[in-house]
């Protein structure tokens, strides 16, 4: 099931061809608000969907394709070191490893991740408590 607060469509990316969508969704029997959510795909010619990551301890979501399709953007908050953790940009490759970008970080993601031209580069700003960040 999508986020029920889910706030625009931030929440699902179709990739550059065409052939998939990547949503964030609840994964757990009982979805209910604030629930951490997961990453799943839907390959829309077999109508299949099936997990990309699926971490409990890990709320997930944004997930935005690359330009080229071969890597996943996305943000994660630790939930299972703390309820309230910052989010943090991370990427997920094509053979389903996943990485922090900035694992020292000490601010949120306050904004989705975008995609240079060339997947090569992504941008995103940080919020701490007081102010914004620029774009890293």
Same mark, same amino acid.
């Given at each position: ?5 889910? *706030? *625009? ?16 969704? =609840? ?6 608000? #604030?629930?951490?959510?997961? /990453?799943? !795909?839907?390959? @829309? ?5 099936e997990t @990309?990551? =699926? ?15 071969? !890597? /996943?953007?996305?943000s994660a908050?630790?939930?299972?070191? !703390?309820? %309230?953790?910052? %989010?943090?940009?991370? @990427? ?13 970080? =000490? ?12 997947? #090569? ?13 620029? %774009?890293?």
């Amino acid at each position: 099931e999508l986020p029920r607060d889910a *706030g *625009g469509n931030e929440v699902y990316d179709p990739s550059p061809d065409g052939t998939r969508i990547v949503f964030a969704h =609840d994964p757990t029997p009982e979805p209910r608000l #604030g629930n951490r959510l997961a /990453l799943a !795909q839907v390959r @829309l010619k077999q109508r299949r969907v099936e997990t @990309l990551l =699926d971490d409990p301890d890990w709320d997930l979501g944004a997930p935005a394709f690359s330009p080229d399709g071969s !890597q /996943l953007a996305l943000s994660a908050a630790n939930v299972g070191k !703390q309820h %309230t953790a910052l %989010t943090e940009p991370a @990427l997920l490759a094509a053979d389903g490893q996943w990485r922090l970008l900035a694992p020292d970080w =000490d601010h949120s993601l306050a904004s989705p991740i975008r995609w240079a031209a060339d997947s #090569g580069s992504v941008f995103f700003t940080g919020r701490s408590m007081h102010h914004s960040l620029p %774009t890293l």
